[in-house]
């Protein structure tokens, strides 16, 4: 996989070193061209949990389980705090990318029947 510069497209970049934070451990890169550092994509920019957890309430919530019972279980277990709100946030914004990984290839086309 080539990494593209995200400011100016570039693939004259290279790694240098890892950004640490407490959700782990990413890849730094810094772009030659354009003098830039960043790193890569995952799709849980600026989220403040781990996006182990934010997978889980989705798929709770989406599996039947309520806010209430999704917002319980998470902080029953896994000792996180989250309001009913956020989880409903993160099945807004999180659904239809989490499905689109969980199910690629695998899309099913319909025939158009002619009378």
Known sequence: ??????????????????????????????????????????????????????????HMHEDGFSLFQTQNHLWQYDGVKVTRKTISDWTKKYSLFLKSHKFSGKTKTKRKTTL
């Open 1 to 58: 996989m080539i990494i593209k510069c995200p400011n100016c497209k570039s693939k004259n970049v290279q790694k240098r070193g890892f950004r640490n934070n407490n959700l782990g451990k990413k890849q730094k890169y810094f772009c030659s061209d354009c003098e830039k550092w960043f790193v890569e994509s995952d799709g849980f920019e600026r989220m403040r949990h781990d996006p182990k957890i934010i997978a889980r309430a989705i």
